[in-house]
């Protein structure tokens, strides 16, 4: 399943991150930087006014969109093919693959242009492009990189090869690209920007993911910062955009909104470079834009949370605002989480999409401090749905022991007090006892138990959290 | 225009509005809004404070900044392509210019002028230009963006193949945010009119921050930005 990363069982997984001291401190060092990056352009820049009215603003809106779902997608697919352009509702990844497999057939396409997009990594719809015999060429250039090392896979959802230095760039560029230069951003850069230029020109198709879809026109808003994106949809002949079935406004007033709480949220701009915002209808004898546009709109398990105590979730925006204040994605780093949805919301959203067999160890990863809560721009309760997550993942446990599921429930369950610091403050609960050796838990039960063995692990309330947090910004071990 | 195909629509969107717990909703009117500090930013800023807002946060963002006047815009215009090292230029094509006094400025066997006629040509000739040259239709102060309603005349390569932009920006365009843009084009939504098939928001030269989070000034887009700011215009 290409949403999932790698083989090895989660905690597995956690115990590889561990012991990789180099990715810590890079996801360490990442973490202050994004932080730091975003209160300047939210809490302290007083231009914008109060955040936390922006941040109100935005759930209302999300809440609004996500209650009337249906319409909205009515009215988008109407708007959108109105002006001429295709819109297929996929269900499922395999109906997505298999529609874009299609177009892509029908246009003897060779090759393919992509931009950032999570929701593509999700479907997994390079194999399926090249099944069919295309040459698909990331252009982003976090997902270039990542392309280029073997398809090494996204280790964050704003920057994928955030777990990767300059150095091991330049080796990844010097053994499968040619590349001669040193490890300087600048001339990596450089070199991605001269192997992609007649790459762009020549394309038959181009891809993208979308911010946000805006139902009153019809139209695809893109925000980024390095111009692949306006290059993907200004040259091929056919434009393909895959979006998740939540990513949608009402009408560009609310995209006003949402674009500000992204960019500030994401990486700390005022606005990104580049909001590009594309309408299928062009001209006929216009030379530089697509003839052909295609909407994929996908569901691949998202209705899972309609109507239920997740719904919330899908008022996601994909700005790791979450991912960047997690104190858990900060010791393991993001490939431990075996999804492409990382951190907190990555926590949320993978059970939902992929079930509890696969992800439902990933709600546990969390000290439930709520940094993920506060930092979330459409105040989404990450926190209180990684409870909800638990609850249901333990209750629906065959085979697990009445005694060891009340004790999971004690860890951290039936509670929004984070376990570890309930234990350490007030003493276990009786039947825990047991599991205690030396003031921590030595054997948790169930999907607990490999924590017990990260010593440092926080769990602490949010003033326990911030001194926690604190301390360990300059001691990146 | 020829209506395109939906697939799968009323399967996927009964699903929705039935885990949803109600039947389809086939009318659905905008709450008002509880929150919109969006309204607030540079509210009651002059035009003045709003011109040395955009000069300002567009400096931020890179861009080199040049403050002119109608009068003077040609000889400024000729100044910045030298300082830019001269060569090949693309332009869109813009009565706008020639309201501006540029027609003489820009005829010259240097510069191509965006013409559909020639096909791919005009492509070619873009990718060759140091400089690209045209008009923001709106600039947002708070982010020093500039504004372009793209079709085939205002061809969207001016402002992304050549090494360097260069966007003519009236003071009489700029207004405090993107708020005030998504609202215009919000409204001309509602009356009917047709949209542009690309509204392009563009702040800055291209950039990346994706190698260990160091920002690399130029990557895909154009590498620099260079903004004529025409104060009585
Ligand atoms: S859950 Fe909130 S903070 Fe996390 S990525 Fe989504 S919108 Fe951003």
Known sequence: MPMKIGEKPFFGRVDDALQDHFMRNAMASAQDRFRN???DATERDEQVGDWEEWRSAGEEIRRHTLENLDFYLD????????????????????????????????????????SKSMVTEEIGLNEALEEVGCHVYETDLAEYIL?????????????????????????????KAGYTGTEEPHELTAFARSQLREVFLKADIGITGCNFAIAESGTISLATNEGNANMVTTYPDTQITVMGMERLVPTWEELDVLINLLSRSAVGQKITTYVTNLTPGVEEDCVDAPKEFHLVILDAGRSNALGTEFQSALHCIRCAACVNVCPVYRHIGGHAYGSIYQGPIGAVLSPILGGYEEYGELPFASSLCAACTEACPVKIPIHELLIKHREKYVNHQENVKTSEKLAMKAFGVGTSTPFLFQIA???????????????????????????????????PGKDNFRSWFKEHQKGRQ | MVKGTIHN????????????????????????WKHQSQWEVYK??????????????????????????????????????KEYGGGSIVTTKDDRFSQYGLTLTLDNSQTHIWDTA?????????????????????????????VQFNDKDIARSVSLLPTTYVAIVPKSSIVPRMTQATHKIHRSVIAGEELATCVNFISGPSNSADIEMDIVVGVHGPVKAVYLVVKDL
Request: hydrophobic share 35%.
């Open chain 1, 37 to 39: 990056k975003k209160l």
């Open chain 1, 425 to 459: 403050v007030k003493g276990a609960p009786m039947f825990m006892k047991p599991l205690i050796k030396d003031g921590s838990i030595s054997n948790g039960p169930g999907p607990m138990k490999p924590w017990t063995a990260i010593r440092e692990f926080p769990a």
């Open chain 1, 75 to 114: 009215q988008l697919s109407e708007n959108f093919s109105k002006r001429g352009g295709h819109v297929f509702f996929a269900k499922t990844v395999e109906e997505a693959n298999r529609y874009i497999q299609k177009v892509a057939k029908e246009k003897d396409a060779k090759y393919v242009t992509k």
């Open chain 1, 147 to 175: 392309q280029i090392d073997n398809k090494d896979r996204p280790s964050h959802i704003v920057v994928p090869s955030l777990h990767k230095n300059k150095e091991q760039i330049r080796d990844t560029f010097q053994a």
């Open chain 2, 44 to 81: 009651n800023s002059s035009k003045d404070d709003l011109l040395a807002a955009f000069c300002k946060n567009s400096k931020e963002k890179n861009v080199h900044v040049v403050e002119t006047e109608k009068s003077m815009l040609p000889e400024t215009i000729e100044k910045v392509i």
């Open chain 2, 118 to 146: 020639m096909g791919e040509v005009n492509i070619k000739k873009a990718k060759e230009a140091i400089l690209g040259i045209f008009v923001s239709d709106i600039s947002l102060a708070e982010s020093g963006t500039i």
């Open chain 2, 9 to 32: 629509k009323d399967l996927f969107l009964n699903q929705i509005a039935s885990k949803l717990g109600r039947e389809r909703k086939d009318n659905v009117s905008l709450p008002k």
